[in-house]
C-alpha cells in the first residue's frame, strides 16, 4: 500500500487536524499492513480494507515515532498529521486512533509535482 506522510505546520499537537490546514510532505513510501489478521477481524471486504488501512496507519505512526528511516528528517508523528493511502483515503492522527479526513488534495498534487521518489526505486 503506498503512502504519503504529511506533517500539519498549523496544528498545536492537541486540537488535531482541521480541513485548510498546511500540510507538508514528510516521507513517501509502502507499507503493508497485517491482511491476514484482517481477514480473521472483518467479515466483509469493505471492513477488511478498513482494517488494513488502520492496521498501515498504526504501523506507521510507530515508524514515524519509534524507528524512523535512516533518510528521514522531520519531527515524529504526531496529533493532526496525515496519511494518505493509495490517493484515495486519508486519515489524521487523533488524540487515540485515527479519523478519516476528505483528502488533501493540493497537498498531494504540490507532492506528486515534486516528482517524489519512494524509497528503493531506482
Given at each position: 500500500?503506498?503512502?504519503?506522510?504529511?506533517?500539519?505546520?498549523?496544528?498545536?499537537?492537541?486540537?488535531?487536524?482541521?480541513?485548510?490546514?498546511?500540510?507538508?510532505?514528510?516521507?513517501?513510501?509502502?507499507?503493508?499492513?497485517?491482511?491476514?489478521?484482517?481477514?480473521?477481524?472483518?467479515?466483509?471486504?469493505?471492513?477488511?480494507?478498513?482494517?488494513?488501512e488502520r492496521?498501515?496507519?498504526?504501523?506507521?505512526?510507530?515508524?514515524?515515532?519509534?524507528?524512523?528511516?535512516?533518510?528521514?528528517?522531520?519531527?515524529?508523528?504526531?496529533?493532526?498529521?496525515?496519511?494518505?493511502?493509495?490517493?484515495?483515503?486519508?486519515?489524521?492522527?487523533?488524540?487515540?486512533?485515527?479519523?478519516?479526513?476528505?483528502?488533501?488534495?493540493?497537498?498531494?498534487?504540490?507532492?506528486?509535482?515534486?516528482?517524489?521518489?519512494?524509497?528503493?526505486?531506482?
Amino acid at each position: 500500500m503506498k503512502y504519503l506522510f504529511f506533517v500539519n505546520t498549523q496544528t498545536d499537537f492537541f486540537s488535531g487536524y482541521r480541513e485548510g490546514d498546511t500540510l507538508e510532505l514528510a516521507y513517501a513510501g509502502e507499507v503493508e499492513p497485517d491482511s491476514e489478521l484482517a481477514a480473521h477481524m472483518r467479515e466483509t471486504q469493505e471492513g477488511r480494507e478498513r482494517f488494513e488501512e488502520r492496521d498501515a496507519c498504526n504501523r506507521l505512526f510507530e515508524t514515524f515515532n519509534i524507528g524512523h528511516p535512516a533518510d528521514y528528517r522531520n519531527r515524529s508523528m504526531s496529533v493532526g498529521d496525515v496519511i494518505v493511502l493509495n490517493s484515495k483515503t486519508a486519515y489524521a492522527c487523533a488524540p487515540v486512533g485515527w479519523i478519516e479526513v476528505p483528502l488533501p488534495a493540493e497537498a498531494i498534487e504540490e507532492a506528486e509535482g515534486r516528482k517524489f521518489k519512494l524509497p528503493g526505486t531506482a
